[in-house]
């Protein structure tokens, strides 16, 4: 809905339109993601949350020679499992076993008619899912609303993190605090209907990529893009809205130095990803969003942090240069 909406500034922000010609056609997907495949067979997490059925849609990818460790992807909310597909590659050609899940309300996993979202909630979801395959003190790694997922995940349940990953993490700020307006659920549900390709690659390039757009880009765009304008709209986009609400009104900026689980922050500096910068005042929006100086301040909050900063990178560095990321992520790994 970071795709399904990454857990970033919502994707009907107006921007300059990409410089790429000919955009391909738009393809419709279900409310599940219907009629798109990912890169690796799908499995699904059946079980009861708030007293509705559910399912969970994961990736579960084994190495060919297993050194023994998990690593489990969180993804952001303009994103989903299946655009981890390069890193499930790396990681499994490095020994990791891959678990890659949906969270409940993106990809193809359930979107409840009603559901009161929370990172406790999700934390507990996946929590119920890594028990249920046998996984025991994974490495979490999380990217953009993902981050704010592991950071919960590990302040809960310490002793089940190995270690956290954040790769461009969003929450490293409180946005209500800052000075930017809060919206009801139908506002941002209002907003979330109008999501379509253009809007979606117009912001991403603005905000995500630092102005650059290339054909990799792509694909994330034209997943998000038909799952908001496919049969299940209205579902989906009432879904985002929820977790666009769950995003801004519960930050994990504040508990960052109450995390003691060993972290390291991956962190793309031409990323501007702020929740709703575009509603706040110019004043206000001017100072959001500033990477460099969010990754050293959450560098120094957290107890056991490092930082490896991308200078020439934004918001996706694993998707943006996936060589220079897994490098730096392979060698995060190895001296946790």
Do not use: C
């Not at 655009?83 to 949906?102: F, H, K, N």
């Not at 504040?254 to 910068?277: F, M, N, Y």
């Not at 001017?286 to 959450?298: F, I, M, N, Q, V």
């Amino acid at each position: 809905m970071k795709l399904l909406l990454s857990l970033a500034l919502t994707v009907s922000a107006i921007a300059a339109p990409p410089t790429s010609a000919s955009p391909p056609p738009e393809v419709l997907y279900g409310p599940e993601l219907e009629g798109f495949e990912y890169p690796f067979p799908v499995q699904r997490f059946a079980f009861t949350s708030q007293g509705v059925k559910l399912q969970m849609a994961y990736l579960d990818v084994a190495s060919a020679t297993p050194n023994g460790r998990t690593v489990v992807l969180l993804h952001g909310k303009n994103f989903t499992a299946a655009t981890w597909e390069r890193s499930i590659q790396v990681l499994t050609g490095a020994g990791y076993r891959v678990v890659a899940p949906d969270q409940i309300g993106f990809g193809k996993s359930t979107k409840p008619a009603h559901y009161q979202y929370s990172f406790q909630q999700l934390a507990h979801n996946t929590r119920a899912l890594l028990e249920a395959l046998g996984v025991q003190r994974p490495v979490l790694v999380g990217h953009s609303t993902g981050g704010m997922l592991a950071v919960r995940y590990a302040l809960m349940f310490p002793q089940q993190a190995a270690q956290v990953v954040l790769v461009n993490p969003i929450g490293l700020e409180d946005w209500k605090a800052e000075g930017v307006p809060s919206l009801t659920v139908d506002q941002w549900y209002q907003r979330e209907l109008g999501v379509t390709a253009p809007r979606i690659r117009a912001y991403e390039q603005a905000t995500y990529y630092g102005g650059q757009w290339r054909e990799e880009f792509e694909g994330p765009v034209r997943m998000l893009a038909g799952l908001f304008r496919g049969p299940g709209r209205e579902l989906v986009a009432w879904n985002s809205a929820l977790l666009y609400d769950m995003i801004y009104t519960q930050p994990v900026f504040h508990e960052l130095s109450q995390l003691q689980t060993p972290t390291l922050l991956l962190v793309g500096q031409l990323d501007t990803t702020a929740i709703g910068k575009d509603l706040a005042p110019p004043a206000v929006a001017a100072r959001l969003g500033h990477y460099p100086e969010l990754g050293r301040r959450a560098a120094k909050l957290i107890p056991h942090a490092r930082l490896v900063a991308f200078p020439t990178l934004g918001h996706a560095p694993q998707i943006q240069d996936p060589d220079a990321f897994h490098k730096a992520l392979l060698a995060g790994l190895a001296q946790p």
